[in-house]
């Protein structure tokens, strides 16, 4: 049974950091890509970032986001983390990760179907 746990989201100001976890048990993050995601509400999910498998070792940030947010792998943990700095009010969303054994890049990583994916934790940047 594959599950995939989104963590550490919460409320912060504007310029505040938070770390985001996504924590996958049956299935080995390591061999996959991995996408961060954002929903907003009455706006279209977004994809925010993307790592590749550990083989092929590649990320991806969306504009939106650049130079404020990483992505990164702990593979003995089997986690993906997000870590967000300089939040903005128009990072306030609904954050999800996503993953399926059909992806090892991050090619279209935004757009294509995902067989898994996370209940989503809420992030609000706000003062």
């Known amino acids: 049974q594959v599950q995939l746990v989104e963590s550490g989201g919460g409320l912060v100001q504007p310029g505040g950091s938070l770390r985001l976890s996504c924590a996958a048990s049956g299935f080995t993050l390591d061999y996959y890509a991995i996408g961060w995601f954002r929903q907003a509400p009455g706006k279209e999910r977004e994809g925010v970032a993307c790592?590749?498998?550990?083989?092929?070792?590649?990320?991806y940030v969306g504009d939106s986001v650049k130079g404020r947010f990483t992505i990164s792998r702990d593979n003995a943990k089997n986690t993906v983390y997000l870590q967000m700095n300089s939040l903005k009010p128009e990072d306030t969303a609904v954050y999800y990760c996503?993953?399926?054994?059909?992806?090892?890049?991050?090619?279209?990583?935004?757009?294509?179907?995902?067989?898994?994916w996370g209940q989503g934790t809420q992030v609000t940047v706000s003062s």
């Open positions: 790592v590749s498998s550990s083989r092929l070792g590649s990320t």
């Open positions: 996503g993953a399926d054994r059909r992806y090892s890049t991050c090619s279209g990583y935004g757009s294509r179907e995902y067989r898994y």
